[in-house]
């Protein structure tokens, strides 16, 4: 997978796995992932899919109506790279944090469906619950942030709401930030974001 892979000077912070929107490149989220944690080392994935030439990480049939088995197999796909990246790299497996907007939150939203520890944590701004109806592993000791806007087109507040309660009968710590705005994501989203990644993840606690 076309990716970006910058080494960070605190080799124990998470190594943040950045996943774009629908039209973006490794390039997008890049800023992002320096401002919500300065020291970590920076995994930053183009997707795979093309849709009428904007990249995305799966297909999907309409508006918010995913092709659920492109979905699977394109997350199997992400999760094998994920295996190969750390070995190329260097970098512990067990300690990923992933960074995703709209249809890369769904992304990473599916790789905590369908794998057990495949990610420390999450942060989620604009995400849709990937798959329904499918048992998810155990999500305990996972910290997830959900980036949410009250006015949101794509993802109203019901499909937050009902994200938030999957993962947490998973067992995962989710917080939800609530935005007054759409489908966009906002400076105040993004410093929330990194409010809570440090209160998490700062190596003072």
């Known amino acids: 997978m076309k990716h970006i892979f910058i080494k960070g000077k605190n080799e124990e912070a998470p190594v943040l796995l950045l996943l774009h929107g629908t039209g973006g490149t490794e390039q997008d989220l890049l800023p992002l992932g320096s401002m919500i944690s300065p020291e970590s080392s920076i995994l930053s994935v183009r997707g795979n899919v093309s849709e009428n030439g904007m990249p995305r990480f799966f297909r999907r049939l309409a508006e918010g ?31 990923v944090v992933a960074i995703g907007y709209s249809n890369g939150a769904n992304i990473a939203g599916s790789l905590l469906f369908h794998f057990e520890g495949e990610l420390r944590g999450a942060v989620l701004h604009h995400p849709m619950v990937p798959l329904r109806g499918m048992g998810l592993p155990d999500l305990k000791g996972s910290e997830i942030f959900i980036g949410a806007g009250k006015n949101d087109p794509i993802c109203p507040p019901q499909e937050t709401e009902e994200l ?25 989203e993004a410093e929330a974001a990194a409010a809570w990644f440090q209160q998490h993840y700062s ?3």
């Open 164 to 188: 938030e309660n999957l993962l947490r009968g998973a067992g995962a710590n989710v917080e939800t930030y609530w935005g007054n705005y759409g489908h966009q994501l906002t400076q105040q």
């Open 65 to 95: 109506i995913f092709d659920e088995e492109d979905l699977k197999f394109r997350t199997k796909e992400l999760h094998d790279f994920l295996d190969h990246a750390a070995e190329q790299y260097g970098f512990n497996r067990n300690n």
């Open 203 to 205: 190596s003072k606690n």
